[in-house]
């Protein structure tokens, strides 16, 4: 096996019917932007009945219709704040928990040591995350996945990686590794990914890929790394 293989993005979705939700962090081929992915999908009509809305360089989960709601604990929340010089992405409330352990001093991983997978038994989804830290026109960025330590949800394993950015270079980690049920989750260390220099291409490329009937919501964002301008694209399928 090539560990070092570096895979189109669009490949690994295709392969796989369902990846739950999903995060893409890395750099721009010709290394002028950072660029983060956040997907969602779903197979249940609660998990289905959302939208991305943006609220300045914050996103946040809107239900699309309130009324049919049944459990907003684990499909309402912000799955993108900017801290300082911290760009935080996660599929959870986890954004909250990272964000305000940067307030206090603490690290991303620091702040991630309170919180585990998410109580959804027998899948036990775990929490992913991701934080870009911008210096000197530069940046670096984590990645975490929080997961079961076994079938019963005994206890958590908490996993993190750090990066430097690379040229055309991106790590890719989802909450599932395919469909199932229960659902199998992530392993290993999330995948290396080719980046583009083109948002709408690297849009395109991972809303096409998704299932059909499964995608709910998908924002991407190119940050020039000089200058901090913000490009962004955001995909509903409610609202398309």
């Known amino acids: 096996m090539d560990t070092y293989k570096i895979m189109k993005i669009e490949d690994i979705i295709k392969a796989t019917p369902y990846l739950g939700r999903g995060i893409v962090t890395g750099t721009s081929a010709d290394g002028k932007y950072a660029v983060i992915g956040y997907f969602i999908s779903g197979r249940s009509e609660n998990s289905r009945n959302r939208i991305f809305v943006e609220n300045g360089s ?41 964000y305000e352990g940067l307030e206090k001093g603490l690290s991303f991983k620091e702040s991630l040591e309170s919180r585990c997978f998410e109580p959804d038994e027998p899948n036990f989804t775990p929490r992913i995350s991701s934080m870009l830290t ?42 599932y590794a395919c469909d199932g049920n229960p659902l199998p989750t992530f392993t290993g260390e999330p995948e290396r990914v080719e980046i583009g220099n ?13 299932d059909q009937q499964n995608k709910i919501s998908l924002y991407t964002r190119f940050i020039d790394k000089e200058t901090g301008k913000e490009t962004n694209r955001m995909i509903n399928k409610h609202l398309k």
């Open 58 to 98: 914050e996103v946040i989960i809107h239900p699309f219709d309130a009324s049919k709601v049944e459990d907003p604990s684990l499909i309402i929340y912000s799955p993108i704040r900017v801290y300082e010089n911290n760009l935080i992405v996660t599929n959870g409330d986890q954004t909250d928990t990272v």
């Open 198 to 210: 083109d948002i709408d291409e690297f849009t395109n490329n991972i809303w096409n890929s998704l």
């Open 134 to 175: 911008f210096n000197d026109g530069s940046f670096k960025y984590e990645v975490s996945i929080l997961k079961s330590i076994d079938e019963k949800g005994s206890d958590c394993a908490r996993y993190t990686f750090s990066y430097p950015s690379v040229n055309g270079l991106g790590h890719f980690i989802h909450t």
